[in-house]
């Protein structure tokens, strides 16, 4: 061992010295950090305010949300007010926990934000802007203050929920749709009360709900809903975010997906809480200036403003991810994307096309397909009711050939609601006390053809029930007569209605209170509760439902031909006194096919040859004339099983459906 000398023992200190000088200098540094991290988060959870921390809640989304770093534990609050010249978030329910907050603006994308400590779920806050001489409601809000408009304050919600499990939606061409309106629906007109009636639905054979708008409108809150004023706070009279994520989990854990009626093309103009939301005069800053402002209903969201865009889009994605929603009803299309010309109405041939609105559609369908499908492997479903029979509507976004000259491809929807070709036309059919004037051939070219593309098919929705147009099925067949005793004509055309709309190529939908033959009309502004009653009155026409939706449905596994997209007329008998018509459904190399026979005249057939239909034997699977769905019927051919292939000869009751699969029926 050899002992350094003391010139090297003297260098050695030396630069021990000068590391440790440096080491202090470190240590000193790092305590003024720690000392200025613990000032930051003493000030953050001081009671009478927070801290406007733009770094922190830059990136955290729209509106209020919960922040969590090893520093800040508290919530961002961030909103869009590009010409407001300041913000607070101000605490509007009795609480000492924090105080109004000045947030920080970012004038590169307009939007205000900041942190604020000791917030909490059921806080109630607004937006002060401009040196606190104005508020508004939070549009990303979830809650709202309960009560109707003009409302008080946004509420801080919850976002914690307990989900049951997966759900993967079924396919769409397997869809049968219920369209449901929350307030009329049940006896107290909540999600709550709604779940007492999902078993009822379940056995039904209903796969798919559609809600009627349940995000936060004015007038009387058992409305139609649309009029919206708070895109993403759900109804408080329904039961709020809560119930809405309860009666969804419900709905999916019974194999039922859930849609909701999303009223995108425009809001209420007289109590939206986004009107004038910064003060910068006219409609402000969410929606369009000059002739594309107004629709007939209210003004017109800017789809050529990108911060607009993502609010309406965020909405989708808020339903989709936080709410598990599978799909949408995007109403009134026409006026996304159509609209100006000096106040011409948007459906006119002549009002100018708004290529954003086209392309927002575009977007908006993409992003429903992506999300549902990644959140639960199914495609999801998004439908148009777009009133024009376009079938650019349904061609894909990739379909260069399509869409406007400015906005190529396809919208992309999965439907629209079927009304230029099918509802207009089958429903004279239908309701004309005088049966000869049916055009059978017209009927059979709606049920095998669609010129506008992928259709949903109905002869009642809450639009064409109401007192507005000409009412339920029923109540025009038998007006005055009894729901609980209604006559045999009501009771044959409500389910001629109801079997053509499930046999049929297109998506089948039906309306509340539809499968027992209810005669109220679907008032509008208020529609009357549901008599469900009546579920027992005539238990036997709701069996009659069942039996179709359960074919259409192929649950069975032997009429798989009515879920597929191809079909021909077998046979075709339109005359004045014979009005039939056998239509084939089928999916190719499957060997599902399945006859669809209809009669549309009173009178009875013993032994009607219906053409060469091939195969070796067709099994009934379905007769409409059956005494046990109602003892005003007939019974007529109950005994007519089956029938041998090649060419086929019936007994056809009057007034009637006949189904029969080329797969045997037990």
Not at 44 to 72: I, Q, R, W
Not at 301 to 312: A, D, K, Q, R, T
Not at 571 to 591: C, E, H, Q
Request: with cysteine.
């Amino acid at each position: 061992f050899n002992a350094p000398t003391l010139a090297t023992r003297k260098n050695k200190i030396q630069q021990h010295t000068k590391e440790g000088d440096m080491l202090r200098d470190v240590l000193l540094c790092t305590g003024s950090i720690v000392i200025f991290l613990t000032l930051i988060a003493s000030v953050g959870a001081l009671n009478n305010g927070g801290l406007v921390d733009l770094e922190a809640c830059s990136s955290a989304p729209m509106g209020p949300s919960k922040l969590n770093t090893s520093v800040l534990a508290g919530y961002c609050f961030k909103v869009w007010a590009p010409f407001a010249s300041s913000a607070n978030v101000v605490p509007k329910t009795s609480q000492s926990r924090w105080g109004s907050t000045p947030l920080q603006f970012d004038s590169s994308t307009g939007m205000f934000s900041g942190y604020v400590s000791n917030v909490q779920p059921g806080d109630g806050y607004v937006y002060s802007f401009n040196g606190n001489s104005f508020t508004r409601l939070d549009p990303r809000a979830q809650d709202i203050s309960p009560g109707g408009a003009p409302w008080a304050y946004s509420v801080v919600h919850d976002p914690s929920f307990s989900w049951s499990g997966s759900f993967t939606m079924p396919p769409v061409n397997q869809l049968v749709v219920y369209e449901l309106h929350i307030p009329s629906f049940s006896s107290s007109g909540t999600f709550s009360s709604a779940l007492n009636h999902l078993p009822h639905l379940k056995s039904l054979g209903i796969n798919a709900i559609e809600i009627m708008p349940p995000s936060t409108f004015s007038g009387p809150s058992s409305g139609w809903g649309y009029n919206p004023c708070a895109y993403y706070a759900i109804m408080t009279s329904f039961g709020g975010y809560k119930g809405l994520k309860n009666f969804v989990n419900q709905a999916n854990s019974m194999g039922i997906a859930v849609m909701l009626d999303i009223v995108f093309n425009h809001v209420d103009g007289g109590s939206s809480i986004l009107l004038n939301f910064d003060n910068s005069g006219s409609a402000g800053p969410y929606f369009y200036s000059g002739d594309r402002t107004n629709t007939p209903w209210g003004p017109r969201p800017n789809y050529g403003n990108p911060s607009v865009v993502n609010y309406l889009q965020e909405n989708l994605q808020m339903w989709m991810n936080e709410y598990h929603i599978s799909g949408f009803r995007f109403d009134a299309t026409v006026c996304i994307r159509k609209g100006g010309g000096g106040g011409t109405a948007c459906w006119n041939s002549n009002t100018p096309n708004i290529n954003e609105g086209w392309k927002f559609l575009q977007a908006s369908t993409n992003l429903t397909h992506s999300i549902v499908r990644r959140n639960t492997g199914g495609q999801g479903f998004i439908v148009a009711e777009d009133d024009q029979g376009w079938a650019d509507i349904t061609k894909p976004i990739n379909d260069q050939n399509a869409g406007y000259p400015a906005a190529r491809g396809g919208a992309g929807f999965d439907g629209q609601w079927g009304y230029v070709d099918w509802f207009y036309a089958i429903q004279a059919d239908i309701t004309n006390a005088d049966n000869s004037a049916v055009s059978m051939t017209n009927v059979a070219q709606l049920l095998t053809s669609s010129t506008s593309g992928s259709r949903v098919l109905f002869t009642e929705n809450h639009d064409q029930a109401s007192n507005q147009n000409k009412g339920r099925i029923p109540a025009i067949v038998n007006p005055g007569g009894s729901p609980t005793t209604p006559n045999y004509w009501a009771q044959k055309k409500a389910m001629m209605g109801v079997g053509l709309v499930m046999t049929g190529v297109g998506i089948p939908m039906i309306l509340q209170g539809q499968e027992f033959l209810t005669y109220a009309s679907f008032n509008f502004p208020v529609p009357p509760n549901i008599d469900w009653s009546l579920n027992n009155a005539n238990a036997g026409l709701v069996s009659e439902v069942a039996d179709l939706i359960k074919l259409r449905t192929n649950s069975g596994g032997f009429s798989g031909g009515l879920t597929s997209s191809n079909a021909s007329v077998v046979y075709l008998l339109d005359d004045a006194n014979d009005k039939l018509a056998v239509i084939r459904r089928w999916t190719p190399g499957k060997g599902d096919d399945v006859m669809v026979v209809i009669n549309m005249y009173g009178k009875s057939y013993a032994g009607q040859d219906v053409g060469n239909w091939g195969g070796n034997v067709w099994y009934n699977a379905f007769n409409g004339d059956l005494n046990k769905y109602s003892s005003l019927y007939g019974n007529f051919g109950a005994n007519q099983k089956k029938v041998n292939g090649g060419n086929v000869s019936l007994m056809i009751p009057q007034y009637s459906i006949l189904i029969f699969t080329s797969q045997p029926t037990i």
